[in-house]
């Protein structure tokens, strides 16, 4: 077993580590409803520019053989909580 693997076990798996970002985003969504609309338009600034790099990256990573059917419905929530984000 290659250290990459006793990593991947520690943490529980590929996904683990996104869907802990992913939750984190579930914090930041939550807390970004409270946001003032002028905060909500920096958040959106902040997010928006990053999108097209981070979706480029997304399919990438979905591209590698093997990796579509364990990340695929993780990348895609990560995505729409982005875009959420981001409008």
């Known amino acids: 077993m290659s ?3 006793v990593r991947r076990h ?3 798996g590929k996904a683990n580590g996104l869907e802990e ?3 984190g985003f579930d914090k930041v969504s939550s807390t970004a ?4 609309d002028e905060q909500k338009a920096a958040l959106s600034a902040l997010v928006g520019p990053m999108m097209p790099t981070l979706n480029g990256l997304f399919d990438k990573v979905l591209a590698i053989p ?3 059917d364990t990340l695929k ?6 995505k729409a909580k982005l875009a959420g984000l981001s409008a």
Request: net charge negative.
């Open 3 to 5: 250290a990459v693997d």
């Open 10 to 12: 520690q943490r529980g």
């Open 21 to 23: 970002i992913s939750g």
């Open 33 to 36: 409803g409270q946001l003032s």
């Open 66 to 68: 093997g990796v579509s």
């Open 73 to 78: 419905p993780t990348i895609d929530a990560l």
